[in-house]
C-alpha cells in the first residue's frame, strides 16, 4: 500500500467503491427509466501491444482527449488517472481538452498529486486567457506530464504564448550522437507538443463558453478584423517548430480531428 500523509491507494480505491454503489442503488432505484440493450454485446478485444508489458529500453507516452478533467471530490478523476498511468509504466503524457482553468493554484495541486505516484513528475499547463465568472470549468486547454528519468532530460518547457491556450511543448536532450570523436558531441533532441485545436470550422457560430468562441473574442481585441481560430491555428502551431525540425524532431499529440499541416 503506497500513503504519503493522509492519502493511500486503499483511500482512493474505497472512495471509488462507494461512489459505485451509490451509482448502482441509483440505478435500482430508477429501473424503469432504463432503456435496453438492443445488440448483443460484443467483445472487447485490444488491439496492438499490450500496455501490460514493457520494454526496459523504451520509453512510453500516453496521449488523449480526456474531455474535461473535474477537480470536485478532492481530485479523484485526477487521482486515477495518475494511478491508471503509473500502472501502466508511462513515461509522460498529453492530455488534450482539460476544460479546466489553470490556475497556479490548480496547476501546484496537481503536481502535488502527481509526485505521490512518481518520484519525479513535471507538469506544464495551458488554458484560454478569456475570463470566465466560472470555478474551474473553462473548455479547451492542454496539459504535459513528464515522470521519472525523463524529467532529467527535458532542456525547456512551454506554452502557446498567445494566450488562446492551444498547446504546451517540452524540449528532451537524449544521449550525444556520433561516435564520441567530435570535441562537441550532438545531442539528439526532440519536441513534444500537446496540442488542443479547435474542430468547428471558421464559418460555424458555436456556443458562447466554446474554445473556438474564446479564441474568436481574444484574437478580435487584438486587432483581427475577421479572426478565424481554426485556420490560425494550423499555421502558427507549425511554424514556431518547423524552423528548428533540421536539428530538433517534433512529435505531434493532437486529437485525430486537428489538421495540423
Not at 29 to 45: F, K, S, V
Amino acid at each position: 500500500m503506497r500513503a504519503t500523509g493522509n492519502i493511500t491507494e486503499t483511500t482512493l480505491d474505497e472512495e471509488i467503491s462507494k461512489l459505485l454503489d451509490s451509482h448502482d442503488e441509483e440505478v435500482t432505484n430508477n429501473g424503469d427509466n432504463i432503456q435496453t440493450t438492443l445488440d448483443d454485446e460484443r467483445e472487447n478485444i485490444p488491439y496492438g501491444d499490450s500496455h501490460l508489458t514493457k520494454d526496459p529500453d523504451h520509453d512510453r507516452w500516453y496521449i488523449q482527449n480526456v474531455n474535461g478533467i473535474n477537480p470536485e471530490i478532492n481530485w479523484m478523476e485526477w487521482r486515477t488517472q495518475m494511478k491508471i498511468l503509473h500502472e501502466a509504466q508511462v513515461d509522460g503524457f498529453s492530455f488534450t481538452e482539460t476544460n479546466l482553468v489553470w490556475t497556479p493554484e490548480q496547476t501546484q495541486k496537481a503536481r502535488t498529486l502527481g509526485r505521490y505516484w512518481f518520484k519525479q513528475f513535471r507538469l506544464n499547463t495551458s488554458s484560454s486567457n478569456d475570463p470566465t465568472t466560472r470555478k474551474s470549468y473553462q473548455p479547451g486547454g492542454t496539459c504535459t506530464g513528464i515522470m521519472n528519468k525523463l524529467t532529467g532530460r527535458i532542456t525547456k518547457q512551454g506554452i502557446d504564448p498567445s494566450g488562446l491556450g492551444r498547446w504546451t511543448y517540452s524540449c528532451l536532450e537524449g544521449k550525444p550522437l556520433g561516435d564520441g570523436s567530435e570535441n562537441t558531441p550532438r545531442h539528439r533532441k526532440i519536441n513534444i507538443i500537446s496540442a488542443y485545436l479547435v474542430s468547428q470550422n471558421d464559418s460555424s457560430t458555436p456556443g458562447h463558453d466554446t474554445a473556438f468562441m474564446q479564441q474568436k473574442r481574444l484574437l478580435t481585441l487584438r486587432g483581427e478584423k475577421n479572426p478565424k481560430p481554426r485556420k490560425q491555428s494550423s499555421w502558427t502551431l507549425p511554424s514556431k517548430f518547423n524552423r528548428c525540425r533540421t536539428k530538433i524532431r517534433t512529435s505531434y499529440c493532437a486529437p485525430m480531428q486537428t489538421q495540423i499541416f
